[in-house]
């Protein structure tokens, strides 16, 4: 079992940057791939970025490629996202989620563990 809670979210003008992290509980984390996906109000949840449990392989969505970073601490249990050049676009929850499948894969379904998430708001 891996619980997940993320912080790092608030409000940021457009152009400005932020750095979410997650916090991850349980001595699996390492094996785990980690990945951040975000929901809109009124759209659906969406991928963001993911990355492989040694950190080698990545995976960005084409609307933040080049703005947006994944790492991982496995030390820490910790995954973050920088976030860069922030856009209005880019507003929503922010969720933290990890599967224990191999490759770095865009598919919710693929995850196993969620958190709560955390809200990005960038203002105009």
């Known amino acids: 079992q891996v619980q997940l809670q993320e912080s790092g979210g608030g409000l940021v003008q457009a152009g400005g940057s932020l750095r979410l992290s997650c916090a991850a509980s349980?001595?699996?984390?390492?094996?785990?791939?980690m990945a951040w996906f975000r929901q809109a109000p009124g759209k659906e949840r969406e991928f963001v970025a993911a990355?492989?449990?040694?950190?080698?392989?990545?995976n960005y969505a084409d609307s933040v490629k080049g703005r947006f970073t994944i790492s991982r601490d496995n030390s820490r249990n910790t995954v973050y996202l920088q976030m860069s050049s922030l856009k209005p676009e880019d507003t929503a929850l922010y969720y933290c989620?990890?599967?224990?499948?191999?490759?770095?894969?865009?598919?919710?379904?693929?995850?196993?563990?969620w958190g709560q998430g955390t809200q990005v708001t960038v203002s105009s």
């Open positions: 349980g001595r699996a984390f390492s094996s785990y791939v």
């Open positions: 989620a990890g599967g224990s499948h191999y490759t770095p894969v865009a598919q919710a379904s693929h995850y196993d563990y």
């Open positions: 990355i492989s449990w040694s950190g080698a392989q990545t």
